[in-house]
């Protein structure tokens, strides 16, 4: 079982990042941040050149929920999507949050990151398969 999910599609960074705001807003899942790493680190004097952006998205009655049943997972949370381009492809993924919450090992918080995982993987497909 693998630990990420990771797609790709030949649509521009802008234009996915664009589609998965939208996409996560109709779920109730919000961008708290939009970490540029690629210019985070070209500040600091890195050469790193690759396009590379860190989305942490949050539902709050989610996490909520899951703070409600173990305060420590708040260790996990927000949920973090990852966008970067890869040989000319944009590549958009995420640690599973039933691999993280699977650290806890708490039955009622799989079950509930079992439902997240599902929704933001569904809300990347909306994003690259939108006209």
Same mark, same amino acid.
């Given at each position: 079982?693998?630990?990420?999910? &990771?797609? #790709?599609t030949s649509?521009?960074? @802008?234009?996915?990042?664009? !589609?998965? $705001?939208?996409?996560?807003? #109709?779920? !109730?899942?919000?961008?708290?941040?939009?970490?540029?790493l690629t #210019?985070?680190? !070209? $500040?600091?004097?890195m050469d =790193?050149? &690759? *396009? +590379?952006?860190?989305?942490? /998205?949050?539902?709050? %009655?989610?996490? !909520?929920?899951?703070?409600? /049943? @173990? %305060? &420590?997972?708040? +260790? =996990?949370? *927000?949920?973090?999507? /990852?966008? =970067?381009?890869?040989?000319?492809? &944009? %590549?958009?993924?995420? *640690?599973?949050?039933?691999?993280?919450?699977?650290?806890?090992?708490? *039955? #009622?918080?799989?079950?509930?990151?079992?439902?997240? $995982?599902?929704?933001?993987?569904?809300?990347?497909?909306?994003?690259?398969?939108?006209?």
């Amino acid at each position: 079982m693998s630990f990420d999910f &990771t797609v #790709e599609t030949s649509r521009g960074m @802008n234009e996915v990042i664009e !589609q998965l $705001e939208s996409a996560l807003k #109709e779920d !109730q899942f919000g961008v708290l941040w939009d970490f540029d790493l690629t #210019e985070k680190l !070209q $500040e600091k004097g890195m050469d =790193f050149a &690759t *396009p +590379y952006r860190i989305l942490e /998205v949050c539902n709050p %009655k989610e996490a !909520q929920h899951v703070l409600s /049943v @173990n %305060k &420590t997972a708040g +260790y =996990f949370l *927000p949920c973090k999507l /990852v966008v =970067f381009e890869d040989n000319g492809k &944009t %590549k958009v993924g995420m *640690p599973k949050p039933t691999s993280l919450i699977g650290l806890a090992d708490s *039955p #009622e918080l799989f079950s509930i990151a079992e439902d997240i $995982e599902k929704r933001l993987i569904s809300a990347i497909h909306k994003a690259i398969d939108r006209k």
